[in-house]
């Protein structure tokens, strides 16, 4: 099995995980939109990484590469909390108390009382071994730029997010989890994939 391959499947078992959640462990609907919204916010811390990970060994680039990715940080980071206040209003109800804070502590305790907490690690474990799969051990560091890394993120999850409202609002819709997080997860599964592989086949032709 080659190495895209391998990183592949562990997308696809980390993205099927919630199905098994819904199934066996009787998970609701709020906990799993806000888990795929969770996903982006991954995405986007490992982004920072790769950022920082052009040329490591250039003092110069530093100084430019902590600006860009400070300069990141505060856009993306702004991106996402919006569009998490949009999923928190539109699936949330019963999990925000009136006047409550939207914290990382409200965060951690949802996922931990929705029993969604284990998909989180799953989803970290699966970015993080694609970065050091193929962003490090492979070398697509080399080829890296910090424009195409800036971009990246916003690309690939606009069309998530896409997947992640039409999706929960199917879910929603029918009354039962089943069907609607089946075509969601499905759907995530097919667009993460696209550009999983477009983003190494391109690394690896530029690395030729």
Not at 160 to 188: D, E, F, N, R, Y
């Amino acid at each position: 099995m080659s190495r895209l391959t391998t990183s592949a499947a562990v997308l696809i078992a980390a993205n099927s995980f919630p199905l098994y959640g819904v199934a066996v462990l009787d998970w609701e609907v709020f906990p799993l939109v806000l888990l795929f919204w969770l996903e982006n916010v991954i995405i986007g811390c490992f982004n920072v990484f790769k950022m920082l990970l052009i040329g490591p060994y250039d003092a110069v680039r530093w100084i430019g590469k902590m600006f860009m990715a400070a300069f990141f940080v505060v856009h993306y980071g702004g991106f996402a909390a919006i569009h998490g206040m949009f999923v928190v209003l539109l699936f949330g109800s019963g999990y925000v108390s009136p006047g409550e804070s939207l914290s990382m502590e409200w965060l951690a305790d949802t996922l931990s009382q929705s029993g969604t907490v284990w998909a989180a690690i799953a989803l970290v474990l699966s970015h993080g071994f694609s970065f050091l799969w193929h962003y490090v051990g492979q070398g697509e560091y080399r080829q890296a730029t910090i424009e195409r890394l800036m971009m990246q993120p916003y690309a690939r999850v606009a069309v998530l997010h896409m997947a992640i409202i039409g999706g929960g609002m199917l879910v929603m819709a029918l009354g039962t989890p089943v069907a609607g997080l089946v075509l969601l997860v499905v759907l995530k599964v097919g667009l993460d994939l696209r550009a999983h592989m477009q983003e190494h086949r391109k690394a690896q032709s530029i690395e030729r």
